[in-house]
């Protein structure tokens, strides 16, 4: 591989030791590193995901979890708990609002191959916008939910407004930019600006009114 960086991250997923941060020049640059990681991979996006911080990546199908299934904290380096939503495609993405077959509520649990999390939003994009594990829920034909809670152990935690039809259309038009989505594919929006480390434990992602994701975080043995 001709990009050096682009090499050591595909080293980084493949073998799971992390690699020392290196500097990258600019977001372009970050999108050809992460365009050339996915391509020596053999991976094929299912969609788009997007972060309320402004992240934006490939969903892949491999990195979905059923609810209710446990992660070793070993598995994750700086990893980050945050509530989200899936929305699968009726149709091929088009002009105006994405219409969805169903909403899967999720839990995003983000994670990074380098060793010391990525400095720069464009080290982050470069690494697959932090791409980690996420966990979905069941999946159904509802109104897009306006309000959701992440739950840490057996705390209760009562929802909060989320924005995630404004984040999807953001989504959307990032999906449209980078040549459309077709009908069965994914759009993710990411509520990381209110996620927590993911320490060990049980978490859950919940949107009242579509229901919640949950899984369980080990500790190393």
């Not at 941060?21 to 020596?40: G, K, N, Q, R, S």
């Not at 945050?82 to 994670?111: K, T």
């Not at 705390?155 to 990032?174: G, I, N």
């Not at 989505?181 to 929006?189: F, I, K, N, T």
Request: aromatic content about 2%; some cysteine.
């Amino acid at each position: 591989m001709s990009n050096p960086i682009a090499a050591a991250l595909v080293e980084a997923w493949e073998s799971g030791n992390p690699v020392t941060p290196t500097p990258i020049a600019d977001m372009a640059a970050a999108e050809d590193i992460a365009a050339a990681v996915l391509e020596a991979l053999g991976a094929l996006p299912c969609g788009l995901r997007m972060t309320e911080t402004g992240l934006v990546g490939p969903m892949l199908e491999s990195r979905f979890m059923t609810t209710g299934m446990a992660l070793s904290a070993a598995m994750l380096r700086h990893a980050q708990v945050a509530p989200a939503l899936v929305g699968v495609l009726a149709q091929e993405l088009a002009d105006g609002p994405p219409v969805f077959a169903r909403l899967h509520p999720a839990l995003d649990i983000s994670s990074t191959r380098w060793r010391d999390d990525a400095a720069t939003p464009a080290e982050a994009t470069a690494d697959l916008a932090r791409l980690g594990h996420v966990v979905l829920g069941k999946g159904k034909v509802a109104p897009l939910p306006a309000a959701c809670a992440l739950l840490a152990g057996e705390a209760r935690a009562r929802a909060k407004p989320a924005a995630a039809e404004a984040l999807l259309l953001r989504a959307a038009q990032a999906a449209r930019e980078m040549g459309g989505l077709p009908a069965g594919a994914v759009l993710m929006a990411v509520l990381d600006g209110r996620g927590a480390p993911a320490l060990a434990g049980g978490w859950a992602a919940s949107w009242p009114g579509l229901g919640r994701a949950a899984a369980r975080i080990t500790a190393p043995d």
